[in-house]
Every structure is written in C-alpha cells, then in structure tokens.
C-alpha cells in the first residue's frame, strides 16, 4: 500500500458523460501527479499539481481539467467524453524536495461505452 | 526531448533462471532513472532508482540495476526469476530539472515458466 488512494476503482460511463476521478495523496506530500495508462499510449503524464498550483503539463487534452485543493486532494475532470478516453487513470504523490520519486496509486479503471 | 525505449514487449524465462529487461534511455542532461514493476489489476510500484549516486543501484525484491552512461542504458536484472515476478516492468526516465514528470517506457512483460 503506497500510502495513495484513488476513487472509484472502477467507473462506466457512456460518450459525451463527464465524470471526476478523485485522488488523495500521502501525508506530507505536496506534489500530486495525473497519468493516464491505456493499450495504444502505453502510460502517458498528464498534469502536476504543487501544493494547489498547477506545475507542469503533459498530453492532457483540453476537455480534460484538475485542480488541487487547500486539503491537498485532487480532481480530475474528464469531459464530452470519447471512447479513447477508456484507460486506467493513475495519480501519485511526491514528498517536497524529492519530486522524482513517486508514489503511485491503484489508480481508477475508466470504461466508456 | 526524454525518451525511453524497453527492448522487448514480451519476456520469457524459466523460474531459477537470469532475468535482463532492457532500457534505454534518451535524455539531454544527467537523468534520474527508475524501474517499476506493475502486478495485474494493481498500481505501480518502485523497484529501484538512479539519481546520481552510485551507478549500480540494488532495489526491492532482489532486483538491481546498472546505469551505463555510454551506452546510455540502464537494464534491469535479478539473478534468480521467482513465479512471483511475473509481472509488467516499466523503465522511466525524468530531468532533475522538469519537475519530477516521469517518461515511460513501453513495458516489457515477464513471464515466469516452472
């Protein structure tokens, strides 16, 4: 157990549905990182938050938006959504001054039909 | 721009035997490197990582990994493969500059036969 947890695990939805993948970060850390993990990409980063502020983008597509709250959890909002945007959904979490070392979590299974 | 190249997508050895996942890396500055290991239905977790320090870097489950900045490689072994290390394998590379953004590889599969 990374100390990260993610919710749901598992979400169906269908195309055009926007739904919001919740994640909570180890106690003490700061940073909290978005990937998205499907068949054709392999894992790709998403989006980093440190401490509330967004630090460094990635492939994220615009119908996709996070944010970081003062309690530190984070959100990630996927909207209109396609079924290529089927995929495993991963959030980690770093300590303050080790950003290169992750914890990841179990991460929220996403099926659009 | 990083990249990350794991030759192999699918690996195979008998339970006893040598394990080698190879990774190669593409980085413009002195990377940090990692190994992670994904077992089925389950996240990530670290097996290793090489930040630096020394170029023979010893991880969690008898894995280690060696970082050869010449050959620009940093392949994974474990002397002995268990059934239990039938996993997926990821090598990653991230800048020390970039913010802790992690670039994967595209797995490499371990299959552990009896």
């Known amino acids: 157990d990374s100390g990260v947890t993610q919710t749901p695990k598992h979400l169906i939805t269908a195309t055009g549905q926007r739904v919001t993948l919740r994640c909570s970060p180890r106690?003490?850390?700061?940073?909290v990182y978005w990937y998205q993990q499907s068949l054709d990409q392999g894992l790709q980063f998403l989006i980093q938050y440190y401490n509330g502020e967004e630090r460094a983008k990635g492939n994220i597509l615009e119908r996709f938006s996070a944010q970081q709250f003062p309690d530190l959890h984070s959100e990630l909002n996927l909207s209109s959504l396609e079924l290529g945007d089927s995929a495993l959904y991963f959030c980690a979490s770093s300590a303050p001054g080790t950003p290169e070392t992750q914890y990841f979590g179990p991460g929220t299974r996403l099926l659009v039909l | 721009a990083q990249s990350v190249t794991q030759l192999g997508s699918h690996v195979s050895v008998s339970e006893g035997a040598l394990v080698l996942l190879r990774c190669n890396y593409s980085?413009?500055?002195?990377?940090?490197l990692f190994w992670y290991v994904q077992y089925p239905n389950q996240g990530l977790q670290l097996l290793l990582k090489?930040?630096?320090?020394?170029?023979l870097v010893k991880g969690i489950n008898g894995f280690e990994a060696e970082f050869k900045k010449s050959e620009t490689s940093f392949h994974l072994t474990k002397p002995s493969a268990h059934m239990r290390d039938a996993a997926e394998y990821f090598c990653?590379?991230?800048?020390?500059?970039?913010?802790?953004?992690?670039?994967f590889g595209q797995g490499t599969e371990l299959s552990v036969k009896p």
């Open positions: 980085s413009s500055v002195p990377p940090y």
């Open positions: 990653a590379v991230s800048e020390y500059n970039q913010g802790g953004k992690l670039i």
């Open positions: 106690s003490g850390d700061l940073s």
């Open positions: 090489y930040t630096s320090a020394a170029t």
